[in-house]
């Protein structure tokens, strides 16, 4: 994603911190040189006034990403119920859909922390993600998911734990 293609008042996703709205866009001068950055607000406010500054080069491995569109999001469903994509697609979401789909295929080591972990990252993400987009509540998201990727494999019971912990956020 180039910095071009921001502008203020853009929404953007990230799988822990969810919906946030580019509120400024700055120059930030260093020693060397200065570089652009975007100060992104989360849409929901909590007691905690957070504010994300992100360098523009930064950006795509920080995990803020644009959201995608609705016709994305019935690909990515369609892809968790068939199990197949028919475009390669690399973007953070899709990511988080193939990790969701592997887990599901694949049972999941119960004592490997790190991939609990990264389960539980990427099903808070499209659930919040496919939620926002859709228009829809992350409990009933959380069901869409489960009922697709039902379709392709025997579900590991770890999987129905992470959607049934996103459908309580």
Request: with cysteine; glycine share 4%.
């Amino acid at each position: 994603m180039t910095s071009k293609k921001l502008i203020r008042h853009d929404l953007l996703f990230h799988p822990v911190h969810g919906l946030c709205r580019v509120d400024m866009i700055t120059k930030q001068n260093s020693r060397r040189d200065s570089m652009l950055c975007y100060s992104l607000v989360p849409k929901t406010t909590s007691k905690m006034k957070v504010r994300f500054l992100v360098p523009a080069s930064d950006l795509k491995t920080s995990g803020f990403h644009k959201v995608i569109s609705i016709k994305d999001a019935k690909k990515i469903l369609d892809y968790l119920r068939t199990g197949k994509d028919k475009v390669e697609q690399s973007d953070q979401t899709w990511t988080l859909a193939r990790n969701i789909l592997s887990f599901s295929k694949n049972k999941v080591n119960t004592r490997d922390q790190r991939k609990r972990q990264q389960l539980e990252h990427s099903v808070k993400g499209l659930v919040g993600e496919l939620a926002y987009v859709l228009q829809m509540s992350f409990k009933k998201t959380a069901l869409l998911i489960g009922k697709n990727l039902a379709r392709v494999a025997q579900i590991d019971p770890l999987v129905f734990g992470a959607l049934d912990r996103a459908a309580e956020d």
